[in-house]
């Protein structure tokens, strides 16, 4: 979708980070806390996702989760536009479902 010179895009965080000690898995838990903070909901264990309205949007959000890196472990950072988004195919067992929709308000920023 796009508004007036606005493409839409979504941010997916994906990652594996390292649980084995007590200091692990307060950094993976801050990490974790940290994006949904900043706007992302989880799209399954691991894999977080955030609606932009922009590019430019999404470069900055994007910087905040380099900001929020922990010590140890992956992360990896894919931002996609809306139509890309809308080809994505889901299933629940043999089930198909339908992609989930953008959010329907408009970001003020």
Request: aromatic fraction near 12%; glycine fraction near 6%; charge should be positive.
């Amino acid at each position: 979708m796009e508004l007036s010179g606005y493409r839409f895009m979504w941010l997916l965080a994906m990652f594996d980070l390292p649980v084995d000690t007590k200091k692990a898995r307060k950094d993976y838990t801050l990490f974790r806390k940290s994006l949904i903070k900043d706007g992302f909901t989880m799209m399954q264990f691991s894999v977080y996702v955030r609606h932009c309205a922009s590019e430019e949007n999404t470069a900055v959000h994007e910087g905040r989760v380099v900001g929020a890196l922990p010590p140890d472990g992956e992360v990896r950072l894919l931002s996609i536009t809306d139509k890309q988004y809308e080809r994505m195919r889901v299933f629940w067992g043999k089930m198909r479902r339908p992609t989930e929709q953008p959010p329907r308000q408009l970001e003020l920023f």
